[in-house]
C-alpha cells in the first residue's frame, strides 16, 4: 500500500500518519518526491483497513501496490532514484563509468590503474580487497591491507572507490573503507549480508547472481531497502546459459526492464559476463546503448600478470579507447560522460 500526501502536507502530517501506520503493527517508510511525500507500508500480509489512515490530516490517496517488491517499484516511487557518489549521481544523465583491478594487488599497481582511468575519463575505482574466489586455492585477496591500498589511492587520486564486502566478518571494515559496497553475485541471496547492507551508512552495489532472476535480483534489492538504505544500485553481469565461447551470458534485455519496473539506477559488467577481453568492449558500448546508467571494467597496467581474472581484464590503452567510443555513444542515448581534468 501506498500513501500519498498533498503537496503542502508538513513535516507533522507525515509524521503522524507514519505514527498510525506503525500501530496498526507495519512498516512505515516515507518516500519523498519532487513534489509531495509518499509513505509506502510493507509487513502487511492482506489488504489494510484504509479508514484508520485515510482520515488523517494530509492524506489524499491510498494506492495498493500489487508487485510482491514494493520499495523498489515505480509503483511506490515513480522518480528515478539518484545515487551520489562523489561527483557523480548514479541513475541521473551522468553515465557512470566504474574501472579498476578485479583485485588489488599492491599500491602501485593500484594507483597506476586509478590514474589512468581517471584521465580516461572514469568517475569511480573498483577493486577487490576480499575475493569471492571459485577454488580456495587461488588469490583471495589482500584483505584489510587491500583496503588500506584502496583508501590510499582514493587519497592520491580524488576517486570514490567500490569493493566487495563477502561476509558479516568483513562488513563493518569494508563500509569504513568504501564509498560503494559491493555485494557480489554469488551473494545475492545472502539475506543475512542483505539486511547488514540495509544498515550500512554507504550505497550498496548489488550484482545479479548467475541464475537470478529478475524478481529474485529486485526481492534482494528490497531487503536492503527495507531495512533503511535507499542507496542501491543494480548490476547485471552475466547469468548461466549454454554459451560455450564466453564466461556468461550478458542478459541486456533485463536492462530496459528493470528501468522500466524499479527507480533503482542499473549498471552493467560486461568484463565479468565476458570473461575474455576482446568481448568486453562490445559490450560495452552495447550496454550504454541499451539505457544502462553505467557500466563497471576491469582494468589492469598488465593483464596477463593478474592475480585474478587476468583474461578478461582490459589494459590502460584498450579502456582509454573504450572511453573515446562511449563518449561518441552516450549522446545517442542522451547521456553525458564527465571527462575530469
Ligand atoms: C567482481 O566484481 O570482481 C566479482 C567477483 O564479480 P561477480 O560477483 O559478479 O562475480
Ligand atoms: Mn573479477
Redesign the pocket.
Known amino acids: 500500500m501506498l500513501i500519498v500526501m498533498a503537496s503542502d502536507a508538513g513535516p507533522d502530517d507525515v509524521r503522524r500518519v507514519c505514527d498510525a501506520v506503525r500501530e496498526l503493527g507495519y512498516e512505515a517508510h516515507p518516500i519523498p518526491g519532487r513534489t509531495r511525500v509518499a509513505i509506502g507500508i510493507t509487513g502487511n500480509q492482506g489488504p489494510i483497513d484504509p479508514a484508520s489512515v485515510a482520515a488523517l490530516p494530509g492524506v489524499i490517496e491510498l494506492i495498493p501496490v500489487t508487485r510482491p517488491y514494493k520499495l523498489t517499484s515505480r509503483e511506490m516511487q515513480p522518480e528515478d532514484t539518484l545515487v551520489r557518489v562523489g561527483q557523480l549521481e548514479i541513475g541521473g544523465p551522468q553515465l557512470a563509468v566504474i574501472a579498476g583491478p578485479?583485485s588489488v594487488e599492491t599500491l602501485g599497481q593500484t594507483l597506476e590503474t586509478a590514474r589512468a582511468v581517471a584521465a580516461a575519463g572514469a568517475g569511480i575505482l573498483?577493486g577487490?580487497a576480499f575475493?569471492?574466489r571459485t577454488s580456495p586455492y587461488t588469490f583471495q585477496g589482500l584483505g584489510a591491507e587491500g583496503l588500506e591500498i584502496l583508501r590510499r589511492a582514493r587519497e592520491l587520486t580524488g576517486l570514490p572507490v567500490v569493493t566487495?564486502a563477502v561476509d558479516g566478518e568483513s562488513f563493518d571494515l569494508v563500509e569504513r573503507a568504501a564509498d560503494v559496497i559491493?555485494i557480489?553475485?554469488?551473494n545475492m541471496q545472502n539475506y543475512s549480508l542483505l539486511r547488514r547492507a540495509g544498515r550500512a551508512s554507504k550505497p550498496i552495489l548489488l550484482?545479479r547472481s548467475v541464475s537470478g532472476t529478475l524478481l529474485e535480483l529486485l526481492m534482494a534489492a528490497e531487503y536492503i531497502l527495507a531495512a533503511g538504505n535507499r542507496d542501491v544500485i543494480l548490476?547485471e553481469?552475466g547469468i548461466r546459459a549454454f554459451s560455450d565461447y564466453s564466461r556468461y551470458t550478458l542478459d541486456l534485455s533485463i536492462v530496459p526492464e528493470l528501468k522500466r519496473i524499479t527507480h533503482l539506477p542499473v549498471l552493467v559488467?560486461p568484463s565479468?559476463a565476458a570473461g575474455r577481453r576482446e568481448l568486453v568492449a562490445p559490450l560495452a558500448r552495447a550496454a550504454v546503448a541499451a539505457g544502462a546508467d553505467g557500466i563497471?571494467v576491469?582494468v589492469h597496467p598488465t593483464p596477463r600478470a593478474a592475480l585474478?581474472?587476468a583474461a578478461q581484464s582490459l589494459d590502460l590503452p584498450a579502456f582509454a579507447a573504450l572511453m573515446d567510443e562511449l563518449r561518441a555513444i552516450a549522446p545517442a542515448v542522451r547521456r553525458v560522460i564527465e571527462v575530469r581534468a
Do not use: L, T, V
Open positions: 578485479c573498483r577487490g575475493k569471492p566487495e559491493q557480489g553475485a554469488r550484482k548490476c553481469r559488467d565479468h563497471m576491469e585474478s581474472d
